[in-house]
């Protein structure tokens, strides 16, 4: 494991699968483009020489600051062929945030939007070298195109343990830690994922989530590469469209989080013809009610996985018949998990909530370490006789038969009364409450119960929002007391990462 490097996976893809379809991108005006794997090969190569004679070697980082485009596919398999890395960054970052990505990871080259130009140039401060903007259409990659070089056809040597990606994490309870990936990494998790679901050649991946984040180019577009198949790309997500775009592209297999779902849900047609979907990933807690009828509505049961961006792979994934709305299922085969107790004297019992540990190899099934941060890094890693072991920070119980099932951050995990109460298991059940579209739940600091949940929701016809004593009655009936809201709070919008995290720092409890 971790002898092959990714740009090995794309050019063995377009060896074997070059007449096949690689992509298909749907832009902002509906408009489809479509490209083979051999026809991208020659993008990729004019792309990888527009970007050497920009300055870009062996080594050097290049930031992408483009919301999902096939510019962005290019890129990403343009710097692999270079031997330098990317740096994904969400589109909508504002200046400071751009000034400090730009401090951490001194790009060469920033590609961004046009329509946000100005707040990249403003963080960016002079400080890289070139500038590229793109329209962030299929026009990006045409002849007369912005990213149109003399090709560059042979890759260089690059080996596996070769830096290829600083990918930062959504921040969610803290600010952005930059994750260091290797090409070994990303091609164990195209052959990984490819492996999970039995993809084939024949099968395309629905992508509606950003590009630049993990799940996207985890889960889809790399096993995608692995085994011929293809992707389908969208510009943007559409909650109302989701349905409808899927079936106009032909897609058969599609990932999500919990939060997107909700949102289609919410917002898809009542009269939707369901799709008849062969598989769906999603991630993050999603009630009963919820999961039924997108079942319903996509043709398939929804697999829930747990990974993260540090784990590359998922760890586990739900393998039961019939799958599950509310379990992760057990690990992968070759990955070792044990869910671990407070005290760390060794794994948790049965129900008890522990914090779950991967065992795996930097730079190969695990992320090499974090950007610059010895002792975070040093934090997370755990060396052992058998590996290192990657503490995640997150929490799951297990049952007698070793199935796990996800509780949440450890911070999302609160003893009001001394019972334990997860934010996160609260926050799907309150999503079910009538008049409800989403909801975050804050523990707030209580004199005899130590913290009380503190409930912020957004209503789904903000004309006619849900009363808070009809949610109190609601919680009274469907809730454990300890996990009942305190207080409720009618809010026009969450605060949310790309992906649809919840950013809970940023609600006052």
């Known amino acids: 494991m971790g002898g092959r490097t990714f740009q090995q996976a794309w050019d063995r893809a377009v060896r074997q699968h070059g007449d096949r379809p690689f992509l298909v991108f749907r832009s902002t005006a509906a408009e489809r483009s479509d490209w083979t794997y051999a026809e991208f090969d020659a993008v990729v190569a004019r792309t990888a020489g527009a970007l050497r004679a920009a300055g870009v070697g062996r080594g050097s980082a290049v930031h992408v600051v483009l919301r999902n485009c096939p510019a962005f596919v290019a890129l990403w398999l343009a710097v692999a062929r270079l031997g330098a890395w990317i740096v994904p960054t969400d589109p909508a970052s504002a200046a400071r945030d751009v000034a400090n990505q730009v401090g951490r990871v001194h790009p060469v080259v920033g590609v961004c939007g046009s329509e946000r130009a100005a707040a990249y140039r403003e963080g960016a401060g002079g400080r890289v070298p070139v500038v590229v903007e793109l329209a962030e259409e299929a026009s990006d990659l045409a002849p007369s195109g912005p990213l149109h070089g003399d090709p560059v056809g042979a890759p260089e040597p690059v080996g596996p343990a070769d830096r290829l990606a600083v990918m930062f994490t959504s921040g969610t309870t803290s600010e952005p830690k930059g994750v260091v990936l290797t090409q070994a990494n990303y091609a164990v ?48 997500f559409s909650a109302s469209g989701w349905v409808a775009h899927a079936r106009e592209l032909g897609v058969t297999h599609a990932s999500l989080f919990a939060a997107p779902i909700r949102m289609i849900l919410a917002r898809c047609p009542a009269d939707e013809v369901p799709l008849g979907l062969e598989h769906v990933w999603f991630a993050q807690s999603l009630g009963a009610e919820h999961y039924e009828h997108f079942s319903r509505l996509v043709g398939t049961r929804p697999r829930q996985l747990y990974g993260m961006t540090e784990t590359v792979a998922i760890v586990c994934a739900d393998a039961g018949d019939p799958l599950r709305h509310d379990v992760i299922g057990l690990p992968l085969p070759g990955r070792e998990v044990v869910v671990a107790d407070a005290d760390g ?96 739940v804050v523990a707030r600091p209580d004199p005899v119960r130590d913290v009380v949940p503190v409930a912020y929701v957004v209503a789904r016809d903000a004309a006619d929002p849900p009363r808070t004593a009809d949610l109190a009655r609601w919680a009274e009936e469907n809730l454990s007391p300890a996990a009942r809201p305190r207080e409720w709070n009618l809010i026009d919008e969450l605060p949310r990462t790309s992906v649809g995290k919840v950013r809970r720092f940023r609600i006052s409890g």
């Open 189 to 236: 998790v195209a052959t990984a994922m490819a492996s999970v679901v039995d993809l084939r050649p024949h099968h395309r991946w629905h992508v509606t989530l950003p590009l630049f984040h993990a799940n996207a180019q985890y889960y889809c577009v790399a096993p995608a590469i692995e085994v011929g198949a293809s992707v389908a790309l969208s510009a943007t």
């Open 345 to 440: 004297g060794g794994a948790a019992g049965p129900g008890v909530p522990g914090e779950i540990t991967v065992l795996g190899t930097p730079g190969v099934d695990l992320f090499e370490g974090y950007l610059d941060d010895p002792r975070t890094t040093g934090r997370a890693f755990h060396a052992a006789p058998e590996g290192t072991w990657f503490s995640t920070g997150d929490l799951a119980t297990a049952d007698d038969q070793g199935v796990l099932r996800f509780v949440g951050r450890i911070d999302d995990v609160v003893k009001v009364s001394g019972e334990n109460v997860s934010l996160t298991e609260v926050e799907a059940a309150v999503a079910q409450a009538p008049g409800v579209l989403e909801v975050a």
